[in-house]
């Protein structure tokens, strides 16, 4: 079911350039007990996506309302908020005049196991690579081609997530997911110079980190120094923080600093998981 | 007007993965007298494209049949062809039945001033890189949001096409078109490893060359290449063949290796240009 520009429709222009080239941006929000998780983080972000790609701002206010709308409908659920360029002619160049669209979605939310969060989750390294430019890098865009065919190289429902490379050979994230690693001390994330998705859960772990006087990095991560690492775990705004028990062949335990990092982040969800 | 799966219909599915995440993948194709030009080798290049996003092959007899039926009421116009991976629920996983969009666009055809073809266009270098893997290169996939973002940076008008760098400062190819520069009789072309449109002119151009014993080279051309360039040409299935007469402030002659390619590409288009 959607909200499509306020109303409740089911389809949009085929001429929207959504549509025609990706152009556009999203959120994706958990709800629980009908209530939107960390909606002001949400919103901030898809603003400041909004100016990288030179779309108007939003009315976020209109958009805080009707996100609110749907996830009063559901005990547990996803909304999921696209804007769009809207429409215009053929050909790249932006119309003189943009009017956005807008569409917001309420989906099930996902029948992850709980034995995800608590005992982690398998993982695999992709084949795709994940690609970018400065100038969107960070964003949440509609341009999710990679993550797509990265996301088609396995079947075995006994893995949770892929991580994808960078065409430097660096880890960026994983196909839906932030990732983090805990070496000596030191909590690493990826560095998202070029291409990934600056995360909400991301800013908030990194956050966390902090008060808890844990050391916070983003740097290069090389495949290797996730092998090397005492503790990994995968970041999004559906699943929280998942611990990874198992990367290719090797095995990690569900260390001490992720277990601190899912109580405080469990704390700040409304209302507390 | 679009023909959407073979209806005519403005809309289509908010859930379609064309517009939930540039899913997809697209041809344009000009109209002259009301017939497609290269329609063959569009088909081609579409079914390879859908075989490197793992879309089922699509009816090409059917496509080509719609994609008429649109071309026969223009004297002049443009088709263009989308094909997506359809409708399917949240996430970048793929649905287990693939049941694939196609939507046929009819559009005017672009006012562009002869004076285009015959005393030839001006260039800018954009600041906006395009990037890319080697899965996605060359394909004219919908996510487009790097072009679209090259193609903001200028208003002039006497500024007809902008050049993208990859991000190791490579020319890769225009926001809308492909490059050509010719050097001490050879005839080079940005290889395209990790980005870039395999454009339907530029193979066209590439046999063209070939045949008048032009060598021909697909390489890694830095921007100074442009500058010490003989001659320089941009090629898209809608403009033909462009000569470049000015980039950024150097003036270029209209030169004869470029003519003799015009000449001999209008005498491959029906009916003859």
Known sequence: MFLINGERRQTVDAADRGFQYGDGLFETLAVSQGRLQFLQQHLKRLALGCAKLLLPEPDLQLLAAEAQQLAAQAEQGVVKIIIT??????????????????????????????????????????????????ALAGVKHLNRLEQILARAEWQDEAIQEG???????AVVEGTMSNLFVLKQGTLCTPALTNCGVAGIIREIVMNLAAQQHIPVLETVLPPQALFQADEIFLTNSV?????????????FPVGAVTRVLQNQFKALCHPAA
């Open 239 to 251: 699943i929280g923080i998942w611990p990874v028990r198992q990367l290719e062949q090797q095995s």
């Open 85 to 134: 360029r809207g429409s215009g002619g053929r050909g790249y160049r932006q119309p003189g005049v943009i009017s956005t669209t807008r569409v917001l979605g309420l989906y099930p939310y996902p029948n992850y196991p709980a034995d995800y969060q608590q005992h982690g989750v398998v993982v695999r390294l992709c084949q795709q690579r994940v690609s970018g430019t400065a």
């Open 163 to 169: 991580l994808m490379l960078d065409n430097s050979g």
